[in-house]
């Protein structure tokens, strides 16, 4: 059975601090490693990746995949009140189709 | 694009009654994804269809759970008769193969059967 597991389970930092959220993973025939941002509502994608050692940028986030390993972690850095939400990690991997397994998430709460 | 569509947002219903969730997905995507989300558990995938026909439906949780996909432009989850337990956030999602974990997720509804 695949798993992915996240943590911190929950982060509480100020405004401006950086945070690094982790993600490790077993699964059988990997295939790709994604991040999701959710605030209240739906979950919303920021990265997949695939190779390990390239770094995915995307203004303050950025993330890695060490498939060596078997984790990636999530970078944010001069954290904003606006990055406060859970961020969850899933992995796809099994057959040929695209179904990824989600963890648990981390929440992350900036105060300002 | 309008994205994933879900009806109701909110949903309160008594214990025993039966509840149906809606969903249009994006027009275009082939795949369509039923989720259920709670704080004990997660996001767990109920159910998942591709062209329209049921691929894996191990994630139902029991017979008193049934999705359908009649068109490729919607679908429903029903609970049949719900039950207290069955509260939770069900989001529906939707993607192209292709781009292999790129869901689009609708808002979700919340739903307590109280």
Same mark, same amino acid.
């Given at each position: 059975e695949d798993k992915v597991v996240q943590s911190p389970l929950s982060l509480v930092v100020h405004e401006g601090d950086t945070v690094t959220l982790n993600c490790s993973y077993e699964v059988t025939n990997f295939r790709s490693l994604l991040w999701y941002k959710q605030e209240k509502k739906a979950p919303t994608f920021l990265f997949m990746l695939t190779s390990s050692g390239i770094e995915k940028k995307s203004g303050r986030l950025s993330s890695i995949l060490d498939k060596k390993e078997?984790?990636?972690?999530?970078?944010?850095?001069?954290?904003?009140? %606006?990055?406060?939400?859970?961020?969850?990690?899933?992995?796809? %991997?099994? %057959?040929?189709?695209?179904?990824?397994?989600? %963890?648990r998430g981390t929440s992350l709460i900036v105060h300002p | 694009d309008a994205g994933v569509i879900q009806s109701p947002r909110h949903e309160v219903t008594e214990m025993g009654q039966e509840v149906t969730l809606r969903c249009k997905p994006i027009s275009g995507h082939d795949?369509?994804?039923?989720?259920?989300? &709670?704080?004990?558990?997660?996001?767990?995938?109920? #159910?998942?269809?591709?062209?329209?026909?049921? #691929?894996?439906?191990?994630?139902?949780?029991?017979?008193?759970?049934?999705?359908?996909?009649?068109?490729?432009?919607?679908? &429903?989850?029903? #609970?049949?008769?719900?039950?207290?337990?069955d509260s939770a956030?069900?989001?529906?999602?939707?993607?192209?193969?292709?781009?292999?974990?790129?869901?689009?997720?609708?808002?979700? &509804?919340?739903? &307590?059967?109280?």
């Open positions: 078997l984790f990636s972690i999530l970078n944010i850095t001069a954290t904003q009140t %606006g990055d406060s939400a859970v961020y969850l990690c899933a992995v796809n %991997g099994g %057959g040929g189709s695209y179904i990824p397994t989600f %963890g | 795949y369509l994804f039923w989720y259920r989300q &709670t704080m004990m558990r997660g996001l767990e995938l109920l #159910i998942y269809f591709n062209n329209n026909v049921p #691929i894996d439906d191990s994630g139902m949780p029991e017979d008193r759970f049934s999705a359908k996909m009649p068109n490729a432009s919607f679908s &429903t989850l029903k #609970i049949q008769p719900s039950e207290p337990r956030v069900y989001f529906c999602a939707s993607s192209f193969r292709d781009r292999a974990g790129g869901y689009t997720f609708g808002s979700g &509804t919340r739903l &307590t059967v109280v």
